[in-house]
Nanobody, 128 residues
Framework: QVQLVESGGGLVQAGGSLTLSCAAS????????MGWFRQTPGREREFVAT????????EYADAVKGRFTISRDNAKNSVYLQMNSLKPEDTAVYYC?????????????????????WGQGTQVTVSS
């Protein structure tokens, strides 16, 4: 069982920055692929970023590439999303998720249906 708790959301002006954190329970966190997703009302959950278990491989959605950075600290059972140059269209509830499938050191996952555990989400609002 993995429990995930996000924090760090809030209200920020366009062009500003926020860092989201996701704290995970469980001794096997270091073996999980982690991902960040976001969702706005009436839309499906959208992939944002993913990171391999050892942090050596990352992938980003085109909409956030160059502005967002995903990282993890396995010693602290945590994953982070540094968000810079925020835009109003980044407004959403952001979720972290854990994929417990092990498929190699470089395995990452963009498909939300492949993630087994989800946090409760944290609201990010970017004002124009």
């Amino acid at each position: 069982q993995v429990q995930l708790v996000e924090s760090g959301g809030g209200l920020v002006q366009a062009g500003g920055s926020l860092t989201l954190s996701c704290a995970a329970s469980g001794r096997t966190f270091a073996s999980h692929v982690m991902g960040w997703f976001r969702q706005t009302p009436g839309r499906e959950r959208e992939f944002v970023a993913t990171i391999s278990w050892n942090g050596g491989n990352t992938e980003y959605a085109d909409a956030v590439k160059g502005r967002f950075t995903i990282s993890r600290d396995n010693a602290k059972n945590s994953v982070y999303l540094q968000m810079n140059s925020l835009k109003p269209e980044d407004t959403a509830v952001y979720y972290c998720a854990a994929d417990i499938t092990y498929a190699g050191a470089h395995y990452v996952q963009r498909d939300p249906s492949e993630y087994e555990y989800w946090g409760q989400g944290t609201q990010v609002t970017v004002s124009s």
